[in-house]
């Protein structure tokens, strides 16, 4: 697993109708974007994170300026 600062972590429920933990990567603190990971989830709190298989990383989004 490989990320940046900025990219989304989210962390599936484990029992149907949990819902995910997401969360924004502050800091890779693992050689070449790998864990572990502090994330600063949506209901504020940070966390140093090794994921699981249950993780999924989503790269942050690049905004382009629209071409007219």
Do not use: W
């Not at 600062?5 to 949990?18: E, F």
Request: aromatic fraction near 4%.
């Amino acid at each position: 697993m490989r990320a940046s600062t900025g990219d989304r972590l989210r962390i599936h429920g484990r029992v149907i109708g949990q819902k995910d933990n997401c969360g924004v990567i502050v800091e890779v603190r693992g050689p070449d974007g790998g864990p572990p990971y502090r994330v600063r989830f949506d209901d504020g709190h940070e966390s140093l994170v090794y994921p699981g298989p249950d993780c999924v990383v989503e790269p942050a989004a690049t905004v382009d300026s629209p071409t007219l």
